[in-house]
């Protein structure tokens, strides 16, 4: 069973917005740190945020700092990535994932429960 199910994911044009959502499945994450990741054909698989477990921390990697913003909703088991100026860049099979740790996690070696990904495609 994938412990995460991400959806939200589509065709957009340069300077839309896209929400991303992660929905935990046969288990909770409310204690763990969760996060998002991008990975384009033939490319590593590149963080892109990430939220402790209180919700209080995040953490954006440089390139979204600004136009992306990550949420949790624990009460519902849900994540979140509001996607706004998305640019052709962005493009990519975007991942949720949770880690074994509460607070900050950003390397891909952090997050140990994986969703099996949504597309997003952005055209210039």
């Known amino acids: 069973q994938v412990p995460l199910v991400e959806s939200g994911g589509g065709q957009v044009r340069a300077g839309g917005s896209l929400r991303l959502s992660c929905a935990a499945s046969?288990?909770?994450?409310?204690?763990?740190?969760m996060g998002w990741f991008r990975q384009a054909p033939g490319q590593e698989r590149d963080f892109v945020a990430s939220?402790?477990?209180?919700?209080?921390?995040?953490y954006y990697a440089h390139s979204v700092k600004g136009r992306f913003t990550i949420s949790r909703d624990d009460a519902e088991d849900m994540m979140y990535l509001e996607m706004n100026s998305l640019q052709p860049e962005d493009s990519g099979v975007y991942l949720c994932?949770?880690?074994?740790?509460?607070?900050?996690?950003?390397?891909?070696?952090?997050?140990?429960?994986w969703g099996q990904g949504t597309q997003v495609t952005v055209s210039s």
């Open positions: 994932a949770a880690s074994r740790v509460s607070g900050e996690a950003t390397k891909e070696w952090e997050f140990h429960y």
């Open positions: 939220i402790s477990w209180t919700g209080l921390s995040t």
């Open positions: 046969g288990r909770s994450f409310s204690r763990n740190a």
